[in-house]
């Protein structure tokens, strides 16, 4: 291999895990292939307000907020479209009107009016299969039309209505935007 060669893919040590307190820290680790070939990463997490990250690849847990429990983190080899991704859940609450840790509170947005109580998707977390290829997403609390995006549409695939559909294997975040807010689900495909 030439000395200093730009990497052409990389790896994430870990693709899902919980974190059980508010402020605690996990390092994802980015290997590059091939062996021994050179690159930056950028990190960005879908939800910033529940799980965040930091330029090293540091995940910060903040907590469930307005129904969403999980953030997925995606490191993107900088300069290029190769990404991987990791879910990461939250266990816990995140404490009143603290939205990053160490923080201070502020005050909520006014909704628009079409919000009847608390946001809420019918689920959080599912799995789709040859036999369960598709299941149907609904949000409730709202009269508003819902819009909803896949992270990785190699893995599924999401409609207006909110219908997700199988296409490969692995574990992606749906995302809903609705009234201002964003809710998200967990959609494993086998």
């Known amino acids: 291999m030439p000395p200093d060669q730009t990497a052409t893919g990389l790896t994430l040590d870990q693709s899902d895990f919980t ?7 996990v ?10 070939s050179k690159g930056y990463v950028t990190w960005t997490s879908s939800n910033p307000e529940v799980v965040s990250v930091d330029e090293n690849g540091t995940v910060t847990g ?10 997925t983190i995606t490191a993107t080899l900088t300069g290029t479209q190769i990404s991987q991704s990791c879910i990461v859940r939250c266990s816990f609450d995140a404490p009143a009107g603290v939205t990053t840790p160490g923080a201070s509170a502020s005050p909520a947005p006014s909704g ?15 799995t789709l299969n040859a036999t369960w290829p598709t299941f149907q997403m609904e949000v409730s609390g709202t009269t508003s039309t819902p819009t909803w995006s896949i992270a990785n549409t ?15 294997i692995g574990t992606t975040t749906l995302t809903c935007t609705v009234d201002g807010q964003t809710l998200t689900c967990i959609v ?3």
Do not use: H, M, W
Not at 27 to 36: I, M, R, V
Not at 154 to 168: E, F, L, N, P, Y
């Open 112 to 126: 628009s009016g079409n919000t009847s109580g608390t946001l809420s998707l019918n689920r959080e977390d599912f």
């Open 27 to 36: 390092t994802l680790k980015a290997t590059f292939s091939p062996d021994g």
């Open 188 to 190: 494993r495909c086998n």
């Open 154 to 168: 190699a893995i599924a695939t999401v409609d207006s209505s909110g219908k997700v559909t199988r296409v490969g």
């Open 62 to 71: 903040i907590g469930k907020s307005g129904g969403v429990s999980s953030a």
């Open 19 to 25: 974190l059980q307190s508010y402020g605690q820290k």
